[in-house]
């Protein structure tokens, strides 16, 4: 399905030329749509965008445009955003977090994506399936198996049901780490 990525900015660009300038959700819908349609430049482009017509992005800006950047494999760009939404004095969620995660976990971050679920836990946000599939992701790409098999046993201890993204990351870190048996 296309994400309609190019007429979300026709549309801004609409709004602007009839004299109606976009607001904060606009912005985040367009954000949305980059995200979803893979487009994570003009994603950033629109929150530097708003920014200079002095709109204030909230969380939900936020989220959408690291996620964005998780599509985009651009961890470290994921984290600069984690750290300016702090600066801005937001509050990162376990969408925050899980969509960081996800970008680290695409990189090869398995440490970083590591850290970012002890730091999650640690401000009171419980992590979900997704947040433990990126995670155990990251392990796996790291040929971490011992600890994707860790965070498989606490996935199930926190009452998580695994699927079948974490069993096939789990398998695939057993076979990058040649764990085959438990």
Known sequence: KVAHWTEALRLLK????????????????????CAKGGKWQCALDLLEEMQRCGLVPNEITYNSVINAC???????????????????GLV????????????????GKCQRALDLLVEMRSRGLVPNEI??????????????????LELLDEMRSRGLVPDEITY???????AKGDKWQR
């Open 14 to 33: 609409e709004m602007r030329q009839k004299g109606f300038p976009p607001n904060v959700f606009n912005y985040n819908c367009a954000i949305n749509r």
């Open 70 to 88: 998780a599509k985009g494999d651009q961890w470290q760009r994921a984290l600069d955003l984690l750290e300016e939404m702090r600066r801005c």
């Open 92 to 107: 990162p969620n376990e969408i925050t977090y899980s969509s960081v995660i996800n970008a680290c976990a695409k990189g």
């Open 131 to 148: 947040t433990y599939n990126s995670v155990i992701n990251a392990c796996a790409k790291s040929s971490e198996s011992r600890r994707a």
């Open 168 to 174: 096939n990351s789990v398998i695939n870190a057993c």
